[in-house]
């Protein structure tokens, strides 16, 4: 029975990490956020869940990584399969990190002062399909969002 197929539409918490095991093997680490948020209406963000994701990117997969250039506050979308979750001591107490072996992304980077964003960069590996778009990944309003959310 293969592995169930998983998509993660968030944001880089941190740069992607580089390296490679004892045999050679190269892999890129990218720790990604996703969640759901909402505007109070005061008009600020609240965010109502987070779940955070460490997607590794083996061998072919890690030069798409690193062609790609990815940077912390980017938007993802990551395709690939789910090898296991993490516990770990977090700042509000017991934590969850699920861990992914991933095998695409897509990646839409973060806005340059005053410059609008531009069109997604994309990769895929063995996934199917282009994956829907990140509704803060744009510019202007797409899926009624206007701001960038909290995470």
């Known amino acids: 029975m293969p592995d169930a ?8 918490a941190a740069d992607p990490r580089f390296s490679a ?12 956020l996703a969640g759901r948020s909402k505007k109070d209406e005061q008009g600020n963000w609240q965010t109502l869940s987070t779940t955070a994701y460490q997607a590794a990117f083996w061998r072919e997969h890690h ?5 790609l250039n990815p ?4 938007s993802v979308t990551i395709t690939g399969t789910v090898e296991g ?3 770990y001591d977090g700042p509000n107490g017991l934590s969850l990190s699920v861990r992914v072996n991933a095998d695409g992304i897509r990646l839409f ?3 340059q002062q005053g410059q609008q964003q531009g069109a997604p960069q994309s990769g895929y590996g063995q996934s199917q399909g282009a994956p829907q778009s990140d509704p803060w990944a744009g510019g ?3 899926g009624g ?7």
């Open 5 to 12: 197929r998983i998509t993660i539409e968030g944001r880089i």
């Open 71 to 74: 940077e912390k506050g980017d």
């Open 145 to 151: 969002f206007d701001q960038d959310p909290p995470f």
């Open 21 to 32: 095991t004892h045999q050679g093997v190269s892999v890129g680490n990218l720790r990604v």
């Open 109 to 111: 980077k973060k806005r």
């Open 140 to 142: 202007g309003n797409q």
């Open 85 to 87: 979750v993490d516990s």
């Open 63 to 67: 030069d798409l990584l690193a062609t």
